[in-house]
Every structure is written in C-alpha cells, then in structure tokens.
C-alpha cells in the first residue's frame, strides 16, 4: 500500500477530494492530513472523513525535524500539498526526493513563486488580461513552484470574469484532475 501524506494549510476542499477519491483504493491510501494553522477547516474535514489530522507549528516544519520524524513513523510514501502555503524544509524534500507534489492555481511559470497563491494569483491573471488559465500540478523542489510539471489543464478566462469567477473555475480543474494525475503518478 503507498501511503500519502497530505499538507494543507486552509479549508480543504482538496484534501478532501484526494482523500475521498482514495478511499478504498486497494493500491494508495491517505494515511494522514498534516496542517500548520491552527483554526485551518481542513481539521474539521480530517475529522469528518475519519482521516488522522495533525497540527504542526512552523517551528516543527523547519528547526526541530518534528514533521520528519513524524512522516518517517507513518512510513509515508508521497507528501502531497493541497493548498499548503509554506516552502517545504530540505530535510523534507531530501527524504522524499521527487515525491512531494504541489497543484499551482495557474499554468506555470507565469504567476507563481512566494505570495503567488489563491486570489493573488486570479487578480494578477485578470489583471494582464489573460485568455486563459488552468492549473499546474508539479514535482516539488528548493523554490516556490519551479518543480517539474507532471500536468496542466487549462480554462479561458472571459472578459468578465472576477477573481471569484476564475477561481471557481480552477477549484473544478482541482477537483477533477489532482487526485487522478496524483495516482497516475504514484503507481509509476
């Protein structure tokens, strides 16, 4: 069985569909949902799908190897990040190397690295008057969104589109297509 861990840092919504889409799976499973605020919703959804959900602090992710050691003793295979807004620590991606994935709200290279996330990246798409959009979802690496691209899909982005718009756009390309490209990835 490939056990997956999944970071995320707000509401949720695809941890909870990767989760819901491996439940059952004879081959992958979602050993755990790791979160770094507090008050994040995906707790709440972790405990609704009776999925592990555990809390960590920034100190735990990069200065005492707490989140390591902690995805050693599950025996974890892949680290996904599903909304997760942190660089990952090297310790992290030197233990996993070439099994963290990260889905990107944007077709890369445009509109990603540091503070590229969410909303900011819908304004600044609309902002230059893009065509389209999409998502990426990519092998992690040292930099923000700069991995390896296992996949892209894409969604036009119309005239009038607001940001709130386009991100529900994206949320449906999410949906359909992270937990799919996340199989097809682990079972290589």
Known sequence: MIRLAILASGNGTNAQRISEYFSGNAH???DCIIYNKRNAF?????RQLG?????????????NGSVLQ????????????????????QDILAAFPNRVINIH??????????GM???????AVIANKEKKSGITIHIVDSHYDKGTTLFQAKCPVT????PDTLADKIHQLEQRYFPEV???TVLQ
Do not use: C, M
């Not at 077709?107 to 990603?112: K, R």
């Not at 996330?117 to 304004?123: I, T």
């Open 51 to 63: 999925v592990p959900a555990h809390y960590f602090s920034k100190a735990d992710f990069y200065d």
């Open 182 to 184: 996340i199989e097809k």
């Open 105 to 114: 709200p944007a077709l890369l290279p445009n509109y990603g690295g540091k």
């Open 28 to 30: 992958i499973s979602v």
């Open 70 to 89: 902690f995805l050693q003793q599950r025996e974890i295979d892949w680290v996904i990040l599903a909304g997760f807004l942190w660089l990952v620590p």
């Open 117 to 123: 996330y969410g909303h900011h990246v819908h304004e």
């Open 42 to 46: 995906v707790a709440e959804r972790a």
């Open 159 to 162: 005239p009038d589109d607001t």
